[in-house]
């Protein structure tokens, strides 16, 4: 297993790191699953940067990611990306899950941000197949460490017990 990712069975919301990745909607205004609880656990000054960012910018399209404060949550920052809902084309779909990865991990080396937390992006209601979604994650996060020096550590965090199996196959695969 790499040395820079750990992986974790648990609530996001409870992680000690620089930043936790939400698996937002392009609203931003917060939502199901791993959003609500983010904003739930974090309070009103997550929402608050939120709407401050759609009020300059319009909200946070599909692969992109916009960093607000973490509010009451353990972590000092919340780093938001719009991960795709599976369907129609599959390869583009892909391609947007991988960015909402990267470009948060960019987002992250742009705020000088050395340990980050992910959930599982778009295998919830937006319906990501969980083992696509986890090989792309893994791939994803591999690669841009490869070429990056500043993030000293990525926690992939999986609430239920079939993400965290699927992750756990893949970074001991190599």
Known sequence: MDSKI????????KIEVDAIVNAANSSLL???GVDGAIHRAGG???LND?????????GCKTGEA???TAGKLPAKYVIHTVGPVYSGDK???????????????????????????????????????????AEIAVATVRDFLDNDEG???????CFDDENYSLYDDLLKAT
């Open 30 to 32: 917060g939502g199901g």
């Open 91 to 133: 390869a583009e779909k892909e391609q947007l899950l991988a960015k909402a990865y990267s470009n948060s991990l960019q987002l992250a080396v742009e705020n000088n941000i050395k340990t980050i937390a992910f959930p599982n992006i778009s295998t919830g209601i937006y319906h990501f197949p969980k083992p696509k979604a």
């Open 6 to 13: 750990k992986l974790v069975k648990g609530d996001i919301t």
């Open 44 to 46: 009103e000054a997550i």
């Open 66 to 68: 916009v960093i607000t």
């Open 50 to 58: 939120c709407i401050a960012i759609r009020n300059r910018q319009g």
């Open 151 to 157: 993030i000293t550590e990525v926690i992939f965090v």
